[in-house]
């Protein structure tokens, strides 16, 4: 199989889709041609602009600056002490933002950090904002 031709894109938001073989209903294995087809890959996933539909855009480095990096290597009170600085610095909801939107994008790449990025939005939340 190309591998190339098959990430292909084309000017008006289409890709290749491969062949395949499927089965109809009486069982009779039919061969699909490969095709250009609509690019629907995750549909209104990532920022699309200041007013596009979306989360947002992350700021570099918001979060980093207090410590709070790398989190599937740091424990539990090491993540919540530098999200005590961070809410001291940004407040408690700008910080549970910030953590909702980083486990939404990250969500598909990497689903470990992401459940503990959710679970310290949670405790932020839990903890400062009641």
Do not use: C
């Amino acid at each position: 199989m190309n591998t190339r031709r098959n990430t292909r894109k084309n000017k008006n938001g289409m890709i290749v889709r491969s062949a395949y073989t499927r089965k109809t209903k009486s069982g009779k294995s039919v061969h699909v041609p490969a095709g250009m087809i609509k690019n629907r890959g995750l549909p209104g996933k990532g920022y699309q602009g200041p007013n596009g539909p979306g989360i947002g855009e992350l700021h570099s480095g918001d979060l980093t600056k207090f410590g709070y990096e790398n989190v599937a290597n740091l424990t539990m009170k090491d993540r919540r002490a530098s999200l005590k600085k961070a809410v001291d610095a940004y407040g408690a909801l700008d910080v549970m933002r910030k953590l909702i939107a980083v486990s939404t994008y990250s969500k598909h790449t990497a689903p470990a950090s992401s459940k503990i990025f959710r679970s310290d939005a949670t405790w932020v939340k839990k903890t400062f904002m009641k």
